[in-house]
């Protein structure tokens, strides 16, 4: 079992372009009605750059980019397209056949990086990226539109040294879209119905106790934790420009350094921060 202290810890991550199609995807915004503005294409490239940046520069990440794919409009959103921890890597299998597609690229470099390359098998199961939360102790998988029991199978199976329990997601939302980790023992939940019984569910599947830190707007709950040296805590979440009383209540997070990133556009193709990116620990250090 991979040691706590080492929850947060990254040497690489893995992104993708984003290609000229992704302007004209049909935009599913989580939890919206349809009604979503038309993606800005040169608002998308400026905040993917600065999104890249971080992970290069504040993060200290050796970043792998793969190309734009124009026949794949909704590849940049690479954290759909494998589960990892540790040295294993399960690639998923999307409920959107046409995004199984993305995953090839994604497997050629997840094998040269020397990686336990974990494929789905099973037709029956949908899995995607999002709808798993890792906490550095167990695994909850949202059961939703996108992912089913089965695809909670293949996480189980995979990751045998870790419970994996399974948590209802109503609509059209991913686990994800309202939750993620601000630490080893924290979680940071949105404000919504779906949010609070998610919430509520997860505590009574856990044997351990997480702290919550809860923020009025559900999106801005997606955070991307991670830890630098020894003791330097990291939180890149929504900015303030995109939801203003949502940044607050991060600010109770003692000796830790908030990055504010926005991405308005990919959040229009139902994206979050984390699932920009594939993050991995090559080093396995403690």
């Known amino acids: 079992m991979a040691n706590i202290s080492s929850f947060g810890k990254y040497t690489h991550a893995i992104v ?15 939890g919206s009605d349809g009604a979503t503005e038309p993606v800005d294409l040169a608002k998308a490239h400026r905040q993917y750059g600065v999104y890249t940046g ?11 980019e793969l190309a734009a794919d124009e026949g794949l409009p909704y590849s940049t959103l690479v954290g759909d397209l494998a589960v990892i921890q540790g040295d294993t890597a399960l690639l998923t299998r999307p409920w959107v056949p046409s995004r199984r597609d993305e995953i090839s690229s994604v497997k050629k470099v997840l094998e040269e990086l020397k990686l336990r390359v974990v494929e789905v098998t099973d037709e029956t199961a949908t899995l ?19 992912t089913n029991h089965r695809g909670a199978e293949m996480v189980a199976d995979a990751f045998r040294d870790f419970a994996v329990s399974t948590v209802p997601v109503s609509g059209t939302l991913h686990l994800r879209s309202f939750c993620s980790m601000a630490g080893p023992d924290t979680v940071v939940i949105g404000s919504s119905d779906v949010a609070k019984k998610a919430m509520k569910t997860m ?16 999106p801005a709950a997606n955070c991307i934790y ?19 009383n949502s940044v607050q209540p991060f600010q109770k997070l003692q000796d830790y350094t908030l990055i504010p990133a926005a991405c308005t556009e990919v959040a229009k193709l139902g994206g979050t921060l984390s699932s920009c990116s594939l993050l991995i620990n090559k080093k396995l250090e403690i």
């Open 54 to 64: 971080i992970l290069r520069q504040k993060l200290g990440l050796q970043v792998i």
């Open 226 to 244: 991670a830890r630098l040296g020894q003791k330097s805590s990291v939180l890149l979440h929504r900015s303030a420009e995109e939801y203003p």
């Open 16 to 30: 993708r372009c984003i290609p000229s199609s992704f302007g004209t995807a049909e935009t599913t915004a989580e």
């Open 128 to 146: 995607d990226g999002s709808d798993v939360l890792f906490t550095g102790r167990e695994f909850f998988v949202g059961i939703s539109k996108w």
């Open 203 to 218: 505590e009574q599947l856990t044997d351990h106790h997480y702290e919550t830190l809860t923020v009025p707007d559900d």
